[in-house]
């Protein structure tokens, strides 16, 4: 059974800093990309960011572009995002996210984690 | 960016009945499109990828239909258990994008 867990929310200031992890078991992690995606407060879903099998391509949306890095460790199977400069607008829950198909044929995603609460404030 | 649009914002449906909820794209995602079930403290659910093929496990109550820029998920006979917001998703082009969900309430 597939199984992912968040880790690493909190609450921090903004203009600050967060590593968020998220460790996966139950399949093949090198096999598949994998996503971040988050729903703020009274908002709807957002993806925030893609990274393929090997890490080699990675994508990010506009609001989190430039402040935000999507890594993988295939050896330990496990997804991170770092995310710097902090902002109001980024509290959320946020999940990782397997792709449904291996072999970076990105699009539709059918595991998630419980999510992991990020609140900026100060 | 694509603009997924869902509408209604909420439907209110009696068990039994047949729920209709619509997703409007911005521009053509041909059959690039997935619908989730999200419940409150509760992860997304993959209900439906390529517009119309089920995941694993989903009811066949559920189904999916369109392409372009118009794209349908129909609950044939709403259970009570079919509660929640669902939300449409395009992977057509990057960035990928969420429609803003259609609020399903049962009567």
């Known amino acids: 059974e597939v199984h992912l867990l968040e880790s690493g929310g909190g609450l921090v200031q903004p203009g600050g800093s967060l590593r968020l992890s998220c460790a996966a078991s139950?399949?093949?992690?090198?096999?598949?990309?994998m996503s971040w995606v988050r729903r703020g407060p009274g908002k709807g879903l957002e993806w925030v960011s893609l990274?393929?099998?090997?890490?080699?391509?990675?994508f990010y949306s506009d609001s989190v572009k430039g402040r935000f890095t999507i890594s993988r460790d295939n050896s330990k199977s496990a997804l991170y995002l770092q995310m710097n400069g902090l902002r109001a607008e980024d509290t959320a829950i946020y999940y990782c996210?397997?792709?449904?198909?291996?072999?970076?044929?990105?699009?539709?995603?059918?595991?998630w984690g419980q999510g992991t609460l990020v609140t900026v404030s100060s | 960016e694509i603009v997924m649009t869902q509408s209604p914002a909420t439907l209110s449906v009696s068990p039994g009945e047949r729920a209709t909820l619509s997703c409007r794209a911005s521009?053509?995602?041909?059959?690039?499109l997935a619908w989730y079930q999200k419940k409150p403290g509760q992860a997304p659910k993959l209900l439906i990828s390529?517009?119309?093929t089920r995941a694993t496990g989903i009811p066949a109550r559920f189904s999916g239909s369109g392409s372009g820029t118009e794209l349908t998920l129909t609950i044939s006979s709403l259970q009570s258990e079919d509660f929640g917001v669902y939300y449409c998703?395009?992977?057509?082009?990057?960035?990928?994008?969420f429609g803003q969900g259609t609020t399903l309430d049962i009567k």
């Open positions: 998703q395009q992977y057509n082009s990057w960035p990928f994008t």
């Open positions: 996210a397997k792709d449904l198909i291996p072999r970076d044929v990105v699009g539709p995603m059918d595991s």
């Open positions: 390529g517009a119309s």
């Open positions: 139950g399949f093949t992690f090198g096999t598949y990309a």
């Open positions: 990274i393929y099998t090997t890490g080699a391509r990675t």
């Open positions: 521009q053509s995602v041909s059959t690039n």
